[in-house]
């Protein structure tokens, strides 16, 4: 065929299997490509016969073995200088291939590579505390499911301020939902009167730390006065005189500015004569108590005698709060006197220091607020006074809170907070009101602890921090506009009722406010000291700092109902 592959001269051996061996001149007498290296056989190639056909299989006297193999050369003679090499040699690898070290296992794989055989301790421990904190799940859930007849614990602790009659009439309902969108803003308030005196602030108490705790004392003879709004002297007077068109204390435009924070139930009285508007307390009302954990989700204990419950924390923390706002000024009989002195207090008597700003609010054209304020002690700034707010958070026991301020107060005091936050949401929102309702300079918390957590009478020092009432309400997030919007609503609607008396009771498993319209002599003969009676707060006699035995639940029920008795 014309054109067509030659394949060349193919040299033949007549002597046996491969190229004859002078091949110098067939290379030269061929047409191969000259100059093409030829890389000769070797043995260390592992080359040879690919199978023994010739081999006979079918021998009846030769024992067979696993070896017994057309592909089994061991006893061939063909190569005897590579015997011992053909004996390791397999031809056939009967291991599984190796697992890729990259894919969906990999880090896995490479984890247990690097790991000893033993369980690691850090898992364990890991472990360990994932059932310790399941274990304490389990025993909140039965705690509150044990029983599932029985009365849920809201039923029980979050029982209503007041005892709502039959004959009491629901007038409107309003939903904690509708506070949060209100916002309204009112200009400077205007100080009408000033009365009371206050003693200077110790600034020594600023370097009190865990480790220099300072023992809370009990001050028996000072007078504290809780006086409500009609019961004041000097309200009455700015009343007869049209000074506003509403009137209020502190304590209760507090109460009503931060009442979507609130869980506990309360009640406020709505007093409308003519065209002005009271808003008083009831006596003996739980406005006068301060709540302890209030808007924790940890139970505590429904109890009543108990003094880890509710109802015995909020006299507890009345009672330190009182005694720490006169235990840190300095006693050396010098004050600072007002345009009058305490409207409360009889001549000759021992008051706390407290300093009463009567202020005015413009709310409309034509409607004015007038509220008492109160200041605790007054210090010297730059040659300028300055007024300051005295509060106290108490520490009961750790185990509710889960943080030990002796331990976390020096090195974690903003966790501290954060943890007070949380649980006493309220109290501190209608602290930091209450000191921008009466333009404090700066409001001091102190920590307050138990010398033990079974001893509610002994307590402790162990810091003051002092904040900016502007600075610490924008930290808690609580907005001044949305505060006076919740106040201007609730006067808006207690303005369109008839003359007569209400009152604003906030339900105590809803968040939600209730307006009852009430007899006009309802509330007259509440017993004052009810909510403070003696089989509730008379309690084991304990020791003052002098070694002196006292009955301290008597003495916190005397200076719980002073104020009532004094009005």
């Not at 409309?364 to 007038?370: A, F, I, W």
């Amino acid at each position: 065929m014309v054109g067509g592959f030659e394949v060349g001269a193919v040299p033949y051996n007549p002597d046996g299997w491969g190229p004859p061996d002078s091949t110098a001149s067939l290379v030269a007498s061929s047409n191969l490509p000259l100059n093409v290296p030829f890389a000769p056989f070797s043995r260390s190639d592992r080359l040879g016969r690919i199978a023994d056909w010739t081999r006979t299989m079918n021998n009846p006297g030769r024992p067979k073995t696993a070896s017994d193999s057309v592909f089994d050369f061991t006893n061939d003679d063909s190569f005897p200088a590579n015997a011992d090499e053909d004996m390791s040699f397999r031809l056939v690898d009967g291991k599984p291939p190796p697992r890729p070290k990259f894919g969906p296992k990999w880090r896995f794989n490479q984890q247990r590579t690097q790991l000893p055989q033993r369980r690691d301790e850090e898992v364990e421990a890991r472990k360990r505390e994932a059932e310790k904190e399941r274990a304490r799940r389990d025993r909140l859930y039965n705690l509150n499911r044990s029983n599932v007849n029985a009365p849920r614990r809201e039923a029980a602790v979050f029982k209503s301020s007041v005892e709502i009659q039959p004959e009491w009439n629901m007038l409107d309902q309003i939903p904690f939902s509708t506070f949060s969108k209100l916002s309204f803003s009112v200009p400077e308030p205007e100080d009408l009167l000033l009365c009371g005196g206050l003693e200077f602030y110790d600034r020594a108490y600023d370097r009190i730390t865990p480790k220099n705790e300072r023992r809370l004392e009990r001050f028996k003879n000072r007078n504290f006065f809780k006086v409500t709004t009609t019961d004041d002297p000097v309200i009455r007077r700015l009343a007869n005189e049209d000074k506003a068109t509403v009137f209020a204390t502190d304590a209760i435009l507090s109460s009503l500015m931060c009442a979507t924070r609130s869980v506990y139930s309360w009640d406020i009285v709505v007093q409308r004569v003519g065209n002005k508007l009271f808003f008083d307390k009831r006596d003996g009302s739980q406005l006068d108590l301060l709540p302890v954990h209030e808007t924790s989700q940890e139970p505590l204990p429904e109890a009543k005698d108990d003094i880890n419950s509710a109802y015995s924390l909020s006299v507890e923390a009345a009672y330190i709060n009182q005694n720490f706002s006169q235990q840190v000024l300095v006693r050396d009989g010098s004050k600072v006197a007002f345009d009058e002195p305490n409207p409360f207090a009889n001549e000759g008597e021992e008051v706390a220091s407290v300093a009463y700003r009567y202020r005015r609010w413009k709310l409309d054209d034509d409607m004015y607020l007038v509220a008492r304020c109160e200041v605790q002690s007054v210090m010297e700034v730059n040659k300028q006074r300055s007024f300051l707010t005295l509060n106290a958070l108490n520490e009961f026991d750790p185990k509710y809170s889960g943080v030990d301020w002796r331990q976390k107060l020096e090195t974690q005091r903003g966790a501290v907070l954060a943890t007070e936050l949380k649980n006493n949401a309220n109290k501190l929102a209608k602290w930091t009101a209450q000191a921008l309702l009466a333009s404090a300079d700066m409001m001091k918390l102190g920590y307050v602890s138990r010398v033990h957590p079974r001893d509610h009478f002994n307590h402790v020092i162990l810091a003051i921090v002092g904040y900016k009432p502007k600075d610490f309400a924008a930290q808690i997030n609580l907005n001044t506009s949305n505060m006076w919007g919740i106040v201007k609503s609730i006067v808006d609607l207690c303005m369109k009722l008839n003359e007569g008396k209400y009152v604003l009771v906030k339900d105590p498993s809803k968040p939600q406010v209730r307006i009852y319209e009430v007899p006009a002599d309802a509330f007259e003969n509440d017993y004052v000291e009810e909510p403070l009676a003696e089989e509730d707060q008379v309690q084991p006699p304990g020791e003052d700092e002098n070694g002196v035995t006292v009955n301290a639940g008597t003495d916190d029920a005397e200076e719980k109902v002073d104020a009532a008795s004094q009005a």
